[in-house]
C-alpha cells in the first residue's frame, strides 16, 4: 500500500513555497494574514480501500479540502490519483491566493494614494486598474485629472473614471457627470452629466444629490422643479450634508418644494451654519456660507414666536444624520 500519510505533508509544503515564490503576503506574525496548512491522512485498511482527507485551513476559519476514496488499485493508479489530487487542490489554493494578492495590492495603493505618495500608488494601482479594480481605476483618474504623481491628463482621467463608473463605482460616476457638464475633455452634454449624477446620487452620494437638487432648483438643463430639489436635498441634508441642509433650510422658508415652514428652515439653517463652525476646514472654506446660514437662521428668528424658535432648536437638537442618505423615524418630514 502507498504510504499517503508520508508523502501529503510534503506535496502541502511545496504549496506553502509557491505562495512564497509568488509573493503571497505571508506572514506568520500576523494571524490576519497567516496562511496554515493541515494535511490529514486516514487509511484504512481491508477491501474498502483507503481514504484521504487533505484540508487547506485559512486563519479566517475556512477551509479547503478534498475527500478521497481510494480503493483497491494499484500503485502506479493510486499515484495518479494522488497526483490529480494535488493539482485540484493547488487550483484551489490559487483560487484563494489570487484574491489575498489582488485586496493586498488595492490596500496597499489606496495608503499609498491617501499618503500623498503617488508613485507607489501608481506602481500598485495600475495593474488593478487594468485588470477592472473600480477604486483603483478612480484612483486613477484623480491622479491624472489632478496632475498627481503623473502628467496632468484630462482625457486619460475620464477614460479611467468611465471604465469604473460603467462599474457602479459612484464617485467616479459623480466625476464623470462634472466633466459632462462643464465640457472638461469630453463634449459639454447636460443630459450626460444629468444622467451620472443620478446614478451616485441613487447610490447615497451626498455631493451628486446636492447636485441634481441644484440643477432641479435652477433649471439647469432639467425643466425647473421644486418639489424635485427639494427630494434631493433632503437626501442630502438627512446624511448631514451642511450644503444640502441650507438649500433645505431655504426652501422650507421660501416654501418651494415644500410647505412654508418657519421652524423647519431654522432647524436646517441652525444645523448648517453649527456644521460648519464645528468641522475643521470648513471655516476658510465654506466661511461665507457658514455666515449666510446664521444670517438667515437670525433673521427668520425675529419673525417667529419663543415656542417656535425653542421647537426649532428642540429638532436641531434631536436630530440624527441617516448613513442611508434617505429619510428616517429621526427627520422631521
Known sequence: MLSIARQTP????????????????FDRASPQRQLDVTP??????????NKMDCFLSLSSGENLGLHLLLSDLGPRTMKSCISAAVMMLFALVLSIVHPLIAGAAETN???????????AALRLLRPLAEQGDAKAQTDLGFMYHNGWGVQKDSREAAKWFRKAAERGDREAQ?????????GDAVPQDTGEALNWYRKAATQGDASMQ????????????????????????RMAADQGDAVAQFGLGVMYREGQGVPQDSVRAHMWLNLSAAHYSTNEGYNDVYGDLRNTAAAYRDELATKMTTEQIAEAQRLAREWKPSLAGAPTRNSPF
Not at 502541502?12 to 509573493?23: E, N, P, Q, T, W
Request: with cysteine; hydrophobic share 40%; charged share 20%.
Open 210 to 233: 446636492d447636485e441634481l437638487a441644484l440643477m432641479y432648483l435652477n433649471g439647469d438643463g432639467v425643466p425647473q422643479d421644486y418639489e424635485e430639489a427639494s427630494k434631493w436635498y
Open 10 to 25: 510534503l506535496l502541502f509544503r511545496s504549496l506553502l513555497d509557491i505562495c512564497a515564490a509568488i509573493d503571497l503576503p
Open 174 to 182: 459623480g466625476q464623470l457627470g462634472t466633466m459632462y457638464l462643464s
Open 40 to 49: 490529514l491522512s486516514l487509511p484504512y485498511p481491508g477491501s474498502f480501500g
Open 109 to 119: 495603493g489606496i495608503a499609498a494614494f491617501e499618503r500623498h505618495d503617488y508613485a
